[in-house]
């Protein structure tokens, strides 16, 4: 491995009793650097003939799929099972009453943690919810909500912090010196509370072209990010200051640019007439990370790029190297990793098909 900083320090450090690894360092990868690569090929496709009109897939327990539906479905969260391919719940009509939505982001991304939350952008709310309150209840019953910050980029995550406290990534913010407008992508946010502050108290409105995937480490507590628009994994302290950062196997450098609309902030863009794409999606198992990476710098909504999946473990190595020759996102895992399901299609206008993998 190529190294910057010519080591990717595993160090071990001791809180009470309790040991934990802390990845430190600064990375340079390439394709060659993960111990194997995979080309995936003659996928199973599950046909369920019931859905609505879905926007993302997961698969819990081996069994139940869950669907988030796009806004303009009566039902905004759905539950299939994938041994009979048949309806167990429609969930969360549209609406503004008690516990209804007008969007409904499926922010699922691990078969480890029972607790999940489901996003309305439309609300600026978030309903933490988990499987077993999704399946005993008659009706969506929220185990929490809480509106969150008119800062927060919500196309990106959530990271709930369990007391009352979230890490949310700052809209406002872009790695660039001419249109930087707040100092960290990341910050700490309390349940409720809110800045108000809007498009009219910045110059700049860079939401287009920055954001990030990212969770807490189960292990350490570090918060992992997985840059939408750069080849770069940083890793962040309980302080929320970079501690690690992995780059590649592109290495990206996007230059940006001010285009004037009929707006009261100027919008930001990629300069040179290029769209980047670099990490868009993830899952965790008690052990691995499984991340899809795009790797274009032309990305085109009408003719979806080929991608790879790159699984890591919690240390950062590379493990392996998996090559789709097709676009595929929401992507899922069973407990054993031997399935890897995926959602699939061609172009943004195309429905989507489910498929499976095996690893």
């Not at 999704?134 to 709930?160: Q, R, V």
């Not at 302080?239 to 919008?267: Q, W």
């Not at 930001?268 to 899809?292: N, P, R, S, W």
Request: charged letters at 20%.
């Amino acid at each position: 491995m190529k190294c910057k900083i010519l080591y990717l320090a595993v160090l071990l450090s001791l809180v009470g009793c309790q040991s934990r690894n802390i990845m430190s360092g600064e990375i340079i990868f390439s394709r060659a650097d993960f111990k194997e690569t995979k080309l995936m090929e003659n996928p199973e496709a599950i046909v369920i003939e019931d859905l609505l009109y879905p926007a993302s897939f997961r698969v819990m327990y081996d069994s139940i799929l869950v669907v988030g539906n796009q806004s303009v479905c009566d039902y905004q969260l759905e539950l299939y099972s994938l041994n009979t391919l048949n309806p167990i719940k429609q969930l969360i009509t549209k609406g503004n009453g008690p516990n209804e939505m007008f969007s409904c982001g499926l922010m699922l991304h691990t078969n480890q943690d029972r607790a999940f939350y489901l996003q309305d952008s439309n609300a600026g709310v978030c309903y933490v919810t988990d499987m077993k309150s999704l399946l005993e209840n008659a009706a969506f019953t929220p185990l929490d909500k809480f509106h969150y910050s008119s800062e927060i980029l919500n196309t990106t995550d959530i990271c709930l912090m369990g007391d009352n406290r979230y890490v949310g990534y700052h809209m406002w913010y872009l790695e660039d010196k001419d249109f930087s407008q707040v100092e960290s992508p990341l910050a700490y946010y309390a349940y409720n509370d809110n800045s108000g502050r809007g498009m009219q108290d910045f110059p700049y409105f860079v939401a287009s072209v920055t954001g990030a995937r990212f969770f807490k480490n189960p292990k350490t507590g570090q918060i992992w990010t997985f840059d939408y628009y750069r080849d770069r994994i940083q890793v962040y302290d309980d302080s929320l200051k970079v501690v690690a950062s992995m780059e590649g196997p592109d290495h990206f450098n996007p230059s940006y640019t001010k285009r004037a609309i009929n707006a009261p902030v100027a919008f930001v863009t990629f300069g040179g007439g290029l769209f980047y794409a670099a990490y868009t999606d993830y899952y965790l198992t008690d052990k691995h990370i499984y991340v899809v990476y795009q790797g274009t710098k032309n990305f085109n909504p009408e003719e979806l790029p080929s991608v790879e999946i790159f699984k890591l473990d919690f240390d950062g190595n590379l493990l392996c190297n998996y090559k789709f020759d097709r676009y595929v996102y929401s992507v899922s895992v069973d407990s054993k990793e031997k399935y890897l399901y995926v959602a699939s299609r061609k172009s943004v206008d195309e429905p989507p098909v489910i498929l499976r993998y095996e690893l």
